[in-house]
């Protein structure tokens, strides 16, 4: 099948929301940054690549975008896990301005929001190494005291409400160890959060006041991701280190079936019955339905592409018609026909900044947000 590249229309426009990265040296600028954009609208990459984004671009402070959740307000929360400022960063999706961002000291992929209280959750990486505060300086981040006395703890939390955010106590989970841990995904829904341990495999379930009632158990090879059913009977888990996803019972975390799916499986999206999984290491989203894989959509360029165009994060259309999916190394995202069961199919792509790495929608569907993890120029 004839392949093309999809640029903004019927109604879709592409947003880049990314990162510049902090001033180092003029040494390490040259070899890691991007060139200027040039009066084409073209960027050169230090591969020698040139690029050509679709869209309008949005800066953050810091940069390679996580994760984005949509509120119901139309607000789009972003954060921000890479070389500088490690943030959350608040957008109006209407205006496309940034309106907040809430420097949060140090955190990684996951992020989930709790609508009804408001509460947010971000995973905060791995354990802090000797130094940190010290390494912060020299990038020239202002870190509030209150917020670097929480680096070290694995999952912390902010309060949004009207726009804003704020500071709230962070998550105690017991079981953690202080000095190797590495959080990877949260997840919360209906008061419950999930959290998952990447270093030891493993997976906290925590409820009730406080989310003091907790519960652990093991999973795949290092975890990444967790998603719950729309049902609410599933909770699937993405085990990036065994190429395979643990479907759970979300009450006990009883391990009911485990699915093989393609190398390094991350972000997952459900539709329905359907479960669609990014797998960065095999150019490929994996369908999962009915307890196997019913369907594997290439998203590389060329179906027959080697390894390296690293599916990293995807998001499913309000009419549950299209998937789109980030494509980190080919600075894409593909647009994918998912309308009929067991018979998708790729409609084309759309060119991004230097390596996307997170996708979301506006509530009318008409805007697609791509966060780009090492921006677009300096």
Do not use: C
Not at 52 to 58: K, Q, V, Y
Not at 133 to 152: C, T, W
Not at 350 to 378: C, E, M, N, Q
């Amino acid at each position: 099948m004839q392949r093309r590249y999809l640029y903004a229309a019927a109604g879709l426009a592409v947003i880049a929301a990314a990162g510049l990265i902090a001033d180092r040296t003029t040494q390490l600028r040259k070899y890691v940054l991007p060139d200027h954009i040039t009066t084409d609208g073209k960027m050169l990459l230090p591969n020698g690549w040139r690029v050509t984004p679709a869209g309008r671009h949005i800066k953050l402070p810091g940069d390679l975008p996580m994760k984005m959740i949509v509120t119901s307000d139309g607000k789009l929360l972003v954060n921000t896990a890479g070389w500088h400022d490690h943030d959350v960063n608040v957008i109006d999706m209407k205006t496309e301005k940034l309106e907040q961002s809430f420097d949060i000291g140090k955190n990684w992929d996951g992020m989930s929001l709790d609508p009804e209280s408001g509460t947010v959750y971000v995973s905060s990486g791995g354990t802090p190494k000797k130094g940190y505060e010290g390494d912060a300086a020299k990038l020239k981040r202002k870190i509030a005291p209150e917020i670097m006395a929480l680096v070290g703890k694995p999952v912390l939390r902010l309060h949004y409400e009207k726009g804003r955010l704020s500071l709230q106590p962070p998550v105690p989970i017991n079981g953690v160890p202080e000095d190797n841990y590495y959080i990877s995904g949260v997840t919360v829904k209906a008061d419950v959060l999930y959290v998952l341990e990447i270093n030891a495999s493993k997976i906290f379930r925590l409820s009730g006041d406080n989310l003091s009632t907790q519960i652990s158990a093991a999973t795949g090879l290092r975890p990444y991701s967790a998603e719950l059913s729309p049902d609410g009977k599933t909770l699937a888990v993405s085990n990036w280190g065994g190429e395979s996803v643990s479907f759970l019972d979300p009450v006990t975390l009883k391990e009911r079936s485990r699915i093989n799916t393609g190398s390094h499986p991350n972000e997952m999206a459900w539709d329905g019955d359907r479960l669609f999984v990014a797998n960065s290491g095999s150019n490929s989203v994996s369908v999962i339905d009915d307890g196997k894989v019913v369907e594997t959509i290439k998203t590389s360029l060329d179906p027959k592409a080697l390894v390296g165009s690293t599916p990293d994060a995807l998001v499913i259309s309000h009419d549950h018609k299209r998937l789109y999916v980030a494509n980190a190394d080919n600075n894409d995202v593909a647009v994918i026909d998912i309308s009929k069961k067991d018979d998708s199919k790729t409609l084309g792509f759309i060119p991004t900044g230097w390596y996307p790495t997170a996708v979301a929608l506006s509530p009318d569907g008409r805007k697609l947000f791509v966060g780009t993890g090492k921006g677009l120029t300096f």
